[in-house]
């Protein structure tokens, strides 16, 4: 493809594109097709020539489209949302145009210097020790992961970078029981054991009981086990629970624990003073991640990871070899040893057009707006004979149950699932399942970027409306 057709055909991308912006919500939200039906749709081998790129978008759009769910719909209330704001998607553009490795300070010193710079309007837009570092990340899985091997070397004085695992004492690593599976998913990449994970009991708001997580420090260290890393959460994934970060990161501190905070979603609301109050304590943490590509509008991938003592992680990570080696060495931030993968992208660049495009006070009133929807949500479901608000709204999520009056309770879990499929079904919202204390919920979340009130009470009409026509 030369530059003449990519400007043609680049057009039309940008022109579907902004044609799916506004079309977007006559889709069914999830995907209605069935396992298999899209890649039988696709040839068996790559073609041997090259193919028209007509021909490419006629199968976008016939064969792909159908089997997209729409995470850019408006009713779209599932999982926590992956907002994609047209300012990001033009920064994406350019970022892809421009095809850069931002792996060292030399390989695109814009790159470097931006992300330096989007560190700390972040950090003074959520009120963060001025002194922390930080680096973008793809996800915060990798965040945690980086996380659980800093805090595996901290713990074993850099030993395990050395010599490996044969020696090194038994460690653990403690976080709630409600925290994100990304913990125990770390623990094992890092070759650590799913058993080195401890999860700590939650109390009656889910939030994890710090008595608990002090017993069983106790525990393990008369055992001969070393606490290595405690992994709290601010808005955890199933219901939004808040872990109360000062009592927690007291116990870190006290115990010579390297304290690691999960704000994957809630995060974001961190920039409306208000909300910032829940997570007092996290000057506490060593290191800290949100995801702007979730409640921010950063469109996927963008995971800010902030880190207090830069030279933990880096010490923890680095390497150099004869070929990355550059004549300003440690003069300049190379970001190649703040992650996992050498190579990386200008995420910044995306943050910067949205930060600019919106204002951080167009980002605080959609996060404002979109708690104080959910918020009347949860009251007018509340009101309802047939529903229970299981858990009251933490942010913009909270979880309901419907207990029809004809149903006997012992059929109440079985008839809110059914709910909840026929709901997703139907595609005209979508919506998501968790259990807490032992029973099936609905999650509502209230988080794209172009929800109105008007797409929330048509959806919740549809649910209620599905579930009087159940069986
Ligand atoms: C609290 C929490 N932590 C971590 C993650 C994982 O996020 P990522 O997909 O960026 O790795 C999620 C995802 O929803 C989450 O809710």
Redesign the pocket.
């Known amino acids: 493809m030369n530059s003449s057709e990519f400007r043609k055909y680049g057009h039309q991308v940008v022109d579907w594109i902004a044609d799916y912006m506004g079309d977007v919500q006559e889709f069914p939200v999830r995907s209605q097709v069935k396992p298999g039906e899209i890649r039988a749709q696709l040839p068996s081998a790559a073609p041997a020539a090259g193919e028209p790129f007509e021909a490419m978008m006629h199968d976008f759009k016939n064969i792909i489209l159908p089997g997209i769910t729409h995470w850019q719909h408006p009713r779209f209330f599932a ?2 949302p992956a907002n994609a704001s047209p300012p990001s998607l033009l920064a994406e553009m350019l970022m892809g145009g421009l095809g850069v490795n931002a792996m060292l300070w030399e390989t695109s010193p814009a790159a470097t210097e931006l992300e330096e710079q989007m560190v700390d309007w972040m950090k003074s837009m959520m009120q963060l020790p001025t002194s922390w570092s930080g680096v973008i990340q793809d ?3 990798s965040a945690t992961f980086c996380a659980v091997l800093a805090a595996r070397e901290w713990a074993t004085g850099w030993q395990v970078n050395e010599t490996g695992l044969r020696d090194a004492p038994k460690l653990a690593f403690y976080t709630s029981s409600e925290a ?1 599976s ?1 913990l125990e998913k770390a623990v094992k990449m890092a070759g650590l054991g799913r058993a080195a994970v401890r999860l700590v009991p939650t109390g009656e708001d889910h939030a994890m009981r710090p008595d608990a997580l002090a017993e069983m420090i106790a525990e393990d260290k008369a055992n001969g086990v070393t606490p290595a890393m405690v992994m709290a ?1 601010v ?3 199933s219901v939004g629970a808040f872990d109360p970060l000062q009592a927690v990161g007291d116990i870190a501190r006290a115990n010579g624990i390297y304290f690691h905070v ?1 704000a ?2 809630a995060g974001s609301a961190m920039i409306c003073p208000e909300f910032r109050p829940l997570m007092a304590g996290i000057e506490m943490a060593d290191s800290f991640v949100f ?1 702007p590509h979730k409640w921010m509008g950063v469109n996927f991938d963008c ?1 800010l990871h902030f880190v207090r003592e830069k030279d933990v992680l880096i010490r923890t990570l680095t390497i150099l070899p004869a070929y990355l080696e550059t004549r300003e060495g440690e003069t300049v931030t190379d970001y190649r040893d703040w992650g996992i993968q050498l190579g990386r992208r200008i995420r910044a660049l995306k943050l910067w057009f949205t930060i600019r495009s919106y204002g951080v006070s167009g980002l605080q009133n959609m996060i404002r707006q979109h708690v104080a929807w959910a918020d009347e949500l949860a009251e007018t479901i509340g009101a309802e004979p047939d529903f229970e608000v299981v858990t009251k709204p933490n942010l913009s999520l909270f979880t309901f149950r419907y207990i029809p009056d004809s149903k006997s309770s012992a059929e109440h879990d079985a008839i809110s699932d059914q709910l909840l499929q026929a709901v997703n079904d139907d595609g005209f919202t979508y919506l998501t399942r968790t259990v807490v204390h032992g029973r099936p919920v609905i999650r509502f979340q209230v988080g794209p970027l172009n929800t109105t009130e008007d797409h929330i009470s048509a959806a919740w009409r549809r649910v209620a409306e599905i579930a009087r026509r159940l069986p």
């Open positions: 999982y926590f996800t915060a899985s994100h990304s959460t808005g955890s994934t999960d994957a979603w995801n995971s």
